[in-house]
C-alpha cells in the first residue's frame, strides 16, 4: 500500500506540511539522483558490496602490482634455498624444493584468477546463449538442453574433471585446465538463464515485440538481453567462483600443471611434504590465505550483487 | 514430486550412469593412444613392486577384459554390462586386489562422516537460520556474517586452519588419519574412541563451512515465508509465537530446504572428498588421491561410478520423502 | 444503543528514508452492534491500515500516532502486544482475501480451526474438538469433510469458506473482512457474500467490510465510509450515500461504475434477411472451427482451452465484439488464437483468406501490422530498458509507415494528442515514470500510429483506477469510429461490455454459451449462465436484494442439459459466428 503512493505520479507537495498525506523528507527521489550518490546509496544498503570489491581489488593490485616489484621467476623450484623461514631474502621464507613462497603467491594468485575468469567467461557466454535459447523457444531444444543440463548438474564437476584430467596423458598446462573446467562451467549460467528467460517470456513487452514484428533472434538480443545484464554480471562473478573452487580442487588433488606455481598445486605440495609435521607454517599461512580471501570476496561480491541483479529485488524499488 | 517425477528422476539416474561409464569408456582412448594400456607397459619396463607374474596376470585380466582384438562397440557393450553389475574389475596399483575390495573397506569411513556431519550441520543451520529471523539479536546478529564467511570457504581450507591451529599449534587433536597408528582396529569402547577422536577435526570442518550454507537458505526462505498471507492470518488471530515459529515458519521454510540439500548434494560430496585427502582420512577421497597419483584408472572410473549413484540414490530417496513433508505433492497427485 | 466499537483521532503514519506518508489522518467512527460498516477507496486510501491499526497489526515501519478505539471497558490501541494477542480473534477477528493462501498449506482445514482455539485457552476433548469442526463448516456453508482436506484440496471460494469458519471459531465481536472475495468470480462472490451475511447475523457481530467494489459495497453494508489519502471524505447511511452523494470524490466513485442495464425484454430482433453473414472476400480475420488444447505435465491430461468456434470479422464493417467470460474460461486462449501467439490445435485462423500458420515473411509481416492488441497490465507492456518511444518507433519504421526517426516521431505525437496526452511530456519517459492510466493511453495511441485493422484488447481497463477506466473505452471506441478498427474487446465485465460493445459473446469453460446483441444477451439473458451471471453483478442501486434473495441454483441434474447448450440470439451485424460443430 505505501507502494501504491510512491507511484501516483502526481505532483509531491512543494513545500513539507505535516499534515499532508505524502511527506518528502529532505532528500529527492531515487531517480533523479546523480550516479554517485546511487551508488553510495547501494553501498549502504549492500555493504556485501564494497567489502567484497576491495577484497578482490587488493587481490589484484596484490598479483599485478607484486609480478612488477618482485621477481615471479623465484617460484622456479631450486631458485633458493630451501626450507628457509622468512628472511630479509625471502620476506615469506622458502619451501621444500627451493621455491620463494611470496614469488610463488603472486604468481599463484594471477594464475589462479587467470584460469578461473578464462573457464567462467566462455562458460557463461556458452551457457548464456543455451540459456536463452531454451528459455524462449521452448519445445524440443529446451526439452534437451534440460536434460541435459539435468543430468550434468547431477553429478559434481570435480568428479568428471578427474576423470578428464586422468584420462588426459601428459602435463597440463593451467590454460588448458581452464579450457577443461569451462566444458563443464556452462551448467549453472544456462540454468540460471533460462530460468530468467522463463519469467522474461510472459512480459507484455515480449509479446508487445512480437507484434512489433521482431523475430525471436532480434526479441532475445534487443529486448531480453538488456534487461538481463545486470543478472549475467552476476552469473559471472558466480562462475568465476565456482571454477576457481574446481581449479584449485583438482590442483590440490595433484591434477594440475606440477611446473607451474598455482594456489592448488601449493597446497597439494605442502600436503605432499607434510609441511605441518615440519613445521613451515610461513609456506602453509600465505596461499591458504589468499585462497580463502579469494573465495570470500567473490562471495561477498556476489551477494552484493544480489538487488543490482535481481529483476524483482530492483522493480520493488522503481 | 508426482508420478512422473520419480520416474523422470529413475530415467535421469539411469542417464547419469550410463553417461559416466561411456566417459570413462571413451576418455582414455580419445586422448590418443591408451594410457591404461601405457601404464601396462610402464610398470612392465620398471619391474616396480609387482613380480613378473602377476603383471603378466594383469595384462592378460586386462585384455580379456576389453578383448582388444575386438571392435570397439563389442568392447564397449562388454564395458557398460561389467559396469551394470558394478564390476570394476582389478587395481592397476595394488592387484591382485580388486576394486571392490578398496571402495569396500574406504566406503564406511566416507559414509560415517558425511552422513552425520551433513544431518548435524543441515539441523543445526536450518534452525539457526529460522533463529536469526524469528530473534533478531546481537548474537544471531553477530553468529550470521560469520558462518557466511565459512559458507564461502571450501570445506578443506577450513580443515587446514584446523589443523593449523588445532591440531599442530596447540596439540589438541590428532592432524590426520582415521585411528592412531598404533592401535589395531576392534569392537571396542577404545578404538571407537579412537576413531571419534580423530574424526572430530574432520568432522569439525565440514560442519562449520556447511552449517552457513543451511542458514543462509534457511534465513531466506524464513524471509519469505514471514511475508506470506497465511502468516499474516496467523498473527491476526493471536497463535502462540511457538506455534508460529514451529508449525507455520519453519515447517513451511523446510520444504524448500529440502530441496535445496539434494541439490547441494554434489558440493557436500566434493567438500567431504577434499576434508578426507587433507586429513589422510581413510575414506573414498583419500583413495581417490592415492588412485590419481597412481595412474591407478580403474579404481579412478570406479570411485568415481560409485560416488556417481550414491548421488543418484540420495536424490532419489528425497524424492520420495519430499510427498511425506509436503501434502501439496502427495504422490500420484495429478 | 451504546456502540460496540468508536474510534477517535486515529493516524497512523508510516516513515521512510525520503518520505512521510500519513497513511490515516484523523479518522473517527463507530460500529453499533449487529451493524455492517463498509470502508470504500482506491488502493492507498488508508482504509486497510485503518482495520490493521485496531488489531494492532500495522505492518512496519508504521506507527499508531495518535488516536483511541474504545470497545466497551477496553482501548484497543493501548494495550500490550500480550493482551492485544489475547483480545484477536476473540474480540476483534479478521477475515483475510483468503482465495490465494491465507491458510497454512500443510496443515489440514481443521488444524487451522483448532490451533486459533487452543491458544487461546479452549480445552477440549476429541469429541468436541470434532464437533467444534463440524459446526464451523456447516456454518460456513462448507461440505463435512472439508475439515479433513489440505487448502489446495479446495477451490477458491471453499477457501474463502474455510477463512470465514477460522475466523468465526471464537464467536468474536467485531469481524474486519479486507475485500474478502476480491480474487473470486462474481457467482462465487454473491454466494460467499451470503454466507458471510448469514454468519454475522446470526453471531450478531459487528462487521467492517473494506473494498474498493462501490455496488458490493451499496448492497451488503448498512453504512459506508468513503476514505481518500488517509482522510475520510464522507460517511453515512448507504442509501443516503447512493442516493444523494455529498463529496465530489463519492459522486466519482458511483459514476464510474458503469450502470447495469435494468432487466428488461427485448424487442425481438426483425426477421427476414441474415444481417450478420460476412462474405468470403470481405474476410478480415477468420477462426474456423479452431480450438485450443493444453497439455498438463509430462504424462499430464489434455485440457480443453477453447472449444471449436468460429468466428469472423468484416475487413468493410469495423465491429467492436466483446467475449465475457469468467477466468479460466478460455477468452483469453480465444485472443491470442487471434494474435498468432500460438496455433489452433484444430481449425485454423485465416487472415484475408490465407491461414496465418501457414504465412510466409512478406505476408506475415502485413498479417502483423493488421492486427494488434492492447494487453491489460500496461506497465509490463513496456520494456524498463528503453524509453516508450521504442514501442512506437520500432513498429512504425519496420512496418515501413514511418520513412524515418524524424517521420516517426510527428505520427507519434499526433497520436498521443489523439487519446489526450501531451506528446512533450511523453516523449523520452519511461513506463515506471508515467501513471498506470497514462500507460494505457498510451497502448491505445500505439494502435492509433499503427493503425491496424483490428485490435485484439484483452482486459485492457481492469487494472486502471476505475475514475479512468471510462475515458480509455472512451478512447478504444474512438479507434472504431474514427480509424475503422475493429476491436475484439476480452473482459469478465459484463457492464462494460454492454456499453461498449457492437456484439457480445459469452463465454463458459471453453464454450460459447451465448450470443447476440448486448441489448439481448445482458438485458434479457436466455442462458442459465448468463442469467446466473447478470444476477450475480452487484449494482450501485441499494434497493437491490442482491445479498439476500435465494442461493442461486447450481448446474446439475436436468439443468446440466441447458447449461451446455449454445443460445445464439441474432445474428449481429459485420460479424459471423457459429458455435462449434465438434463437441
Known amino acids: 500500500m505505501t507502494e501504491g503512493h510512491a507511484s501516483a505520479g502526481g505532483p509531491l507537495p512543494e513545500c513539507p506540511r505535516p499534515e499532508a498525506h505524502i511527506v518528502t523528507l529532505g532528500t529527492t527521489p531515487a531517480h533523479e539522483r546523480r550516479f554517485q550518490a546511487r551508488l553510495l546509496g547501494y553501498c549502504r544498503r549492500n555493504p556485501a558490496f564494497p567489502i567484497g570489491l576491495g577484497i578482490l581489488g587488493f587481490l589484484v593490485a596484490f598479483a599485478g602490482l607484486g609480478r612488477l616489484l618482485w621477481p615471479v621467476e623465484l617460484a622456479q623450484p631450486l631458485s633458493s634455498t630451501p626450507y628457509m623461514a622468512p628472511n630479509v631474502e625471502n620476506p615469506f621464507g622458502t619451501d621444500t624444493q627451493g621455491r620463494d613462497v611470496l614469488a610463488v603467491t603472486i604468481a599463484g594468485t594471477w594464475l589462479t584468477m587467470r584460469t578461473g575468469i578464462i573457464a567462467a567467461a566462455l562458460g557463461t557466454a556458452l551457457g548464456s546463449a543455451l540459456g536463452f535459447a531454451s528459455g524462449y523457444f521452448g519445445g524440443w531444444v529446451d526439452n534437451v538442453v534440460n536434460w541435459i543440463v539435468d543430468v550434468l548438474l547431477t553429478v559434481p564437476a570435480i568428479l568428471i574433471l578427474v576423470v578428464i584430467a586422468a584420462s588426459i596423458p601428459g602435463q597440463l598446462s593451467s590454460l588448458s585446465m581452464a579450457f577443461i573446467i569451462s566444458l563443464l562451467a556452462w551448467r549453472r549460467p544456462t540454468r540460471q538463464v533460462r530460468s530468467q528467460v522463463l519469467v522474461m517470456r510472459n512480459m507484455g513487452y515480449v509479446d508487445m515485440a512480437r507484434l512489433s514484428g521482431m523475430s525471436g533472434f532480434e526479441i532475445i538480443v534487443r529486448e531480453l538481453v538488456p534487461n538481463l545484464l545486470p543478472y549475467l554480471v552476476a552469473v559471472f562473478v558466480l562462475a568465476v567462483s565456482a571454477s576457481i573452487l574446481a581449479a584449485v580442487g583438482l590442483q590440490a588433488m595433484g591434477l594440475g600443471p606440477q611446473n607451474e606455481p598455482t594456489l592448488g598445486m601449493t597446497v597439494y605440495w605442502m600436503m605432499y611434504y607434510s609441511a605441518f609435521l615440519q613445521g613451515m607454517w610461513w609456506w602453509i599461512v600465505p596461499p591458504v590465505f589468499v585462497i580463502i580471501l579469494l573465495f570470500v570476496g567473490f562471495y561477498m561480491l556476489s551477494s552484493g550483487l544480489d538487488e543490482f541483479a535481481n529483476p524483482r529485488l530492483r522493480q520493488d524499488r522503481r | ?334 | 444503543m451504546a456502540p460496540l466499537l468508536e474510534v477517535r483521532h486515529l493516524s497512523v503514519s508510516f516513515a521512510t528514508d525520503t518520505h512521510r506518508i500519513n497513511a490515516v489522518r484523523d479518522v473517527s467512527f463507530d460500529i453499533a452492534p449487529g451493524e455492517k460498516l463498509g470502508f470504500v477507496g482506491e488502493s492507498g486510501s488508508g482504509k486497510t491500515t485503518t482495520a490493521l491499526a485496531l488489531m494492532g497489526l500495522v505492518p512496519n515501519p508504521g506507527r499508531v500516532t495518535n488516536g483511541v478505539a474504545r470497545m466497551g471497558d477496553l482501548d484497543l490501541l493501548g494495550l500490550s502486544q500480550e493482551d492485544l494477542k489475547a483480545e484477536r480473534l476473540r474480540t476483534v477477528s479478521y477475515i483475510p482475501q483468503g482465495a490465494m493462501n491465507s491458510l497454512n498449506p500443510v496443515q489440514r482445514v481443521r488444524d487451522s480451526v483448532l490451533d486459533g482455539m487452543e491458544d487461546h485457552g479452549e480445552q477440549m476433548g476429541r469429541g468436541e474438538r470434532r464437533a467444534a469442526v463440524r459446526e464451523l463448516m456447516e456454518k460456513a456453508g462448507l461440505p463435512h469433510d472439508a475439515g479433513a482436506r489440505y487448502p489446495h484440496e479446495l477451490s477458491g471460494g471453499m477457501k474463502q469458506r474455510a477463512c470465514i469458519a477460522v475466523a468465526i471459531a471464537l464467536k468474536p465481536k467485531l469481524l474486519i473482512a479486507d475485500e474478502p472475495t476480491s480474487a473470486l468470480d462474481v457467482i462465487t462472490q454473491r454466494r460467499v457474500m451470503q454466507t458471510l451475511d448469514r454468519v454475522q447475523r446470526e453471531l450478531g457481530s459487528g462487521l467492517v467490510l473494506i473494498g474498493h467494489d462501490m455496488g458490493l459495497m451499496a448492497q451488503f453494508v448498512d453504512r459506508l465510509v468513503v476514505m481518500r489519502q488517509g482522510r475520510i471524505v464522507e460517511a453515512g447511511s448507504t442509501k443516503r450515500v447512493f442516493r444523494s452523494p455529498r463529496a465530489a470524490y463519492t459522486r466519482e466513485l458511483i459514476a464510474s461504475v458503469p450502470a447495469m442495464p435494468v432487466r428488461r425484454p427485448v424487442e425481438p430482433v426483425r426477421a427476414g434477411e441474415d444481417p450478420g453473414h460476412v462474405e468470403d472476400d470481405d474476410a478480415l480475420l477468420s477462426l474456423e472451427n479452431a480450438s485450443k488444447t493444453y497439455r498438463r505435465g509430462f504424462f499430464g491430461k489434455d485440457v480443453a482451452a477453447l472449444k471449436p468456434v468460429s468466428l469472423r470479422f468484416s475487413r468493410s464493417s469495423p465491429r467492436i465484439i466483446a467475449m465475457v467470460g469468467q477466468s479460466g474460461s478460455g477468452k483469453s486462449a480465444c485472443g491470442n488464437l487471434m494474435l498468432g501467439f500460438q496455433k489452433p490445435t484444430t481449425g485454423r485462423i485465416t487472415f484475408g483468406g490465407r491461414d496465418v500458420a501457414a504465412m510466409k515473411r512478406r505476408e506475415k509481416s502485413d498479417f502483423r501490422r493488421q492486427v494488434q492488441a492492447i494487453f491489460q497490465d500496461p506497465y509490463a507492456s513496456f520494456n524498463p530498458f528503453y524509453t516508450i518511444d521504442h514501442a512506437f518507433t520500432v513498429p512504425l519504421r519496420r512496418f515501413g509507415i514511418a520513412a524515418n526517426r524524424a517521420e516517426a516521431y510527428d505520427i507519434m505525437a499526433d497520436a498521443l494528442q489523439r487519446v489526450g496526452l501531451d506528446p512533450g511530456a511523453t516523449f523520452g519517459s519511461h513506463a515506471h515514470q508515467l501513471s498506470g492510466g497514462q500507460r494505457q493511453r498510451i497502448m491505445v495511441a500505439r494502435a492509433v500510429a499503427l493503425r491496424p485493422k483490428l485490435i485484439v484488447a484483452d482486459e485492457p481497463v481492469s487494472m486502471v483506477d476505475a475514475s479512468l477506466r471510462a475515458t480509455i473505452l472512451e478512447n478504444i471506441r474512438q479507434l472504431r469510429d474514427e480509424f475503422g478498427i475493429s476491436v475484439f474487446y476480452i473482459t469478465h465485465d459484463l457492464a462494460t461490455a454492454y456499453r461498449s460493445s457492437d456484439g457480445v459473446i459469452v463465454l463458459r469453460r471453453g464454450r460459447v454459451v451465448e450470443a447476440g446483441l448486448p441489448d439481448e444477451v445482458i438485458r434479457d439473458p436466455k442462458h442459465p449462465y448468463t442469467v446466473q451471471l447478470v444476477e450475480s453483478i452487484p449494482s450501485t442501486d441499494p434497493d437491490q436484494a442482491w445479498a439476500r434473495v435465494r442461493e442461486p441454483r447450481a448446474p446439475g441434474g436436468a439443468d446440466a442439459d441447458a447449461f451446455n447448450q449454445s443460445v445464439i440470439r441474432s445474428r449481429i451485424p459485420g460479424f459471423s459466428l457459429w458455435p462449434g460443430t465438434v463437441a
Not at chain 2, 19 to 41: K, M, V, W, Y
Not at chain 2, 44 to 71: K, Q, V, W
Not at chain 2, 125 to 131: H, P, W
Not at chain 2, 264 to 283: K, M, N, R
Open chain 2, 1 to 334: 514430486m508426482n508420478l512422473s517425477g520419480i520416474l523422470k528422476r529413475l530415467v535421469l539416474t539411469g542417464l547419469v550412469f550410463f553417461g559416466a561409464a561411456t566417459l570413462n569408456f571413451f576418455l582414455p582412448r580419445l586422448s590418443g593412444g591408451d594410457p591404461i594400456a601405457e601404464r601396462l607397459a610402464q610398470l612392465g619396463d620398471s619391474g616396480g613392486t609387482m613380480s613378473a607374474e602377476a603383471l603378466s596376470a594383469m595384462i592378460a585380466s586386462y585384455n580379456e577384459r576389453f578383448g582388444l582384438d575386438l571392435p570397439i562397440w563389442e568392447q564397449y557393450l562388454n564395458y557398460l554390462w561389467d559396469m551394470m553389475r558394478l564390476d570394476f574389475g582389478y587395481s592397476i596399483a595394488y592387484f591382485p586386489t580388486r576394486v571392490w575390495t578398496l571402495i569396500g573397506q574406504a566406503l564406511p569411513w566416507t559414509i560415517g562422516l558425511m552422513v552425520t556431519t551433513t544431518l548435524i550441520a543441515f539441523l543445526a543451520g536450518s534452525f539457526l537460520g529460522a533463529f536469526a529471523v524469528w530473534r533478531r539479536n546481537a548474537v544471531t546478529g553477530t553468529l550470521m556474517p560469520l558462518m557466511m564467511v565459512f559458507a564461502a570457504v571450501p570445506f578443506y581450507l577450513v580443515g587446514l586452519l584446523l589443523i593449523f591451529f588445532l591440531g599442530y599449534q596447540l596439540r589438541w587433536f590428532p592432524t590426520g588419519g582415521g585411528f592412531s597408528p598404533l592401535v589395531l582396529p576392534s569392537w571396542d569402547l577404545d578404538f571407537a574412541f579412537n576413531v571419534l577422536y580423530h574424526a572430530s577435526l574432520p568432522a569439525a570442518s565440514i560442519v562449520l563451512s556447511s552449517i552457513g550454507i543451511w542458514a543462509l537458505a534457511m534465513r531466506g526462505m524464513m524471509v519469505t515465508v514471514a511475508g506470506q498471507d497465511y502468516m499474516t492470518f496467523a498473527r491476526a488471530r493471536g497463535l502462540s509465537d511457538r506455534r508460529m515459529f514451529f508449525s507455520y515458519g519453519i515447517r513451511n521454510a523446510m520444504l524448500p530446504q529440502v530441496t535445496t540439500l539434494g541439490l547441494a548434494l554434489g558440493q557436500v560430496v566434493t567438500g567431504a572428498i577434499l576434508v578426507e585427502i587433507v586429513f589422510s582420512y581413510p575414506g573414498l577421497g583419500n583413495l581417490l588421491l592415492q588412485a590419481v597419483r597412481g595412474a591407478d584408472h580403474f579404481t579412478v572410473y570406479g570411485i568415481v561410478m560409485i560416488l556417481v549413484l550414491t548421488i543418484c540414490f540420495v536424490t532419489l530417496v528425497l524424492d520420495l520423502v519430499y510427498p511425506l513433508l509436503d501434502p501439496r505433492v502427495r504422490l500420484g497427485a495429478p
